[in-house]
Structures are given as C-alpha cells and as structure tokens.
Nanobody, 115 residues
C-alpha cells in the first residue's frame, strides 16, 4: 500500500525545469528525515536529496546547484525543484523516509528529459 504519492513529473527539454511534489498519508512523516530517490531504466534506485524535519538538506553531487528539496510539515508535503535538467536525470522519482521503509514505496513520477 502506497504511503507516499508523487506528482509533477513529465517531459521536459534539456535545461528545463520541473517541480515534483510528494504527499504523505497521515502526519507522522514530519518527524522523519525525508528523501527523494530516483530509478533510471536498467539502473538501481539511488538517493537524490534528503531533508531533515528542520529543513537541512543534502544532495548527491550530480544534482548539487540544480535541485532544491523542501518540505511543508503541516501539509505532509515534500518538494523537489529541479532546474538545468539533463538527459541523465531521466528516471522515475520517488519520495521516502530516511531510512527507507521498504513496504511504503509509492508509484513514483516519471521525469523524462529529452529534446
């Protein structure tokens, strides 16, 4: 059963931008570190960015300076603002607690970066 629902993906040209949203069921997720993960075709899932309940963020090197993670604890929402998108960013993006709850993955939202 999906505990997180991702949205906002789509087709975008290289250099473009997208804003992803994640809605979490219930209100308990506000106490956890949250993260965005992605899985490209034929690749394993990888962490993209994380954010603490207080708003401290970390990013994988390949997205630093291009992506911004944020959260609204009152709304149980997590966001990922993506800019300067590259074809290498093409993947299904998921939100998840840190550490991962293996039984709570949502459907993800597909981001395709292509001209």
């Amino acid at each position: 059963q999906a505990q997180f629902v991702e949205s906002g993906g789509g087709l975008v040209q290289p250099g473009g931008s997208l804003r992803l949203s994640c809605a979490a069921s219930g209100s308990a997720e506000s106490i956890f570190v949250m993260g965005w993960y992605r899985q490209a075709p034929g690749k394993q899932r990888e962490v993209v960015a994380t954010i603490t309940g207080g708003g401290s963020a970390n990013y994988r090197d390949s997205v630093k300076g291009r992506f911004t993670i944020s959260r609204d604890n009152a709304k149980n929402q997590v966001y990922l603002q993506m800019s300067s998108l590259k074809p290498e960013d093409t993947a299904v993006y998921y939100c998840m607690t840190v550490p991962i709850r293996s039984d709570a993955w949502g459907q993800g939202t597909l981001v395709t970066v292509s001209s």
